[in-house]
């Protein structure tokens, strides 16, 4: 199952408009994560798949999304995204959370329990 890639226009369609927000607003109907990445970092890639397998477990519970911070310049500089892959664990309500790192599957899914409250 392949992640949604956002641009600057659909991450603020579905994720934050930061331009007509100055505070966090969510515009997504249900818990998301952003993966913020770049093709050659290698952490980048152990991550991916853990995150295509999550989204297929928890299917329409949860969008995972994917921001290119090479192409994407913009959206990692609203977040001070400074090393990467960095994660922002986004719940439904409330303030998102980021963690940094390749994370493995058991630290994700303990994330999207905590912070999410989503669970399978």
Avoid: R
């Amino acid at each position: 199952m392949k992640l949604e890639h956002l641009t600057t226009e659909t991450f603020k369609e579905k994720v934050f408009n930061y331009e007509a927000n100055k505070d966090w607003k969510f515009e997504g109907e249900i818990p998301a994560i952003i993966d913020f990445y770049a093709d050659w970092c290698g952490p980048c890639k152990t991550v991916a798949p853990i995150l295509e397998e999550l989204q297929a477990e928890y299917g329409d519970k949860l969008n995972i999304y994917k921001v290119n911070t090479e192409e994407q310049q913009e959206l990692a500089s609203v977040f001070g995204v400074q090393s990467i892959p960095s994660l922002l664990f986004i719940p439904k309500e409330g303030q998102p959370q980021m963690a940094m790192g390749a994370l493995p599957k058991e630290t994700f899914k303990q994330a999207i329990s905590e912070v999410l409250s989503v669970s399978e």
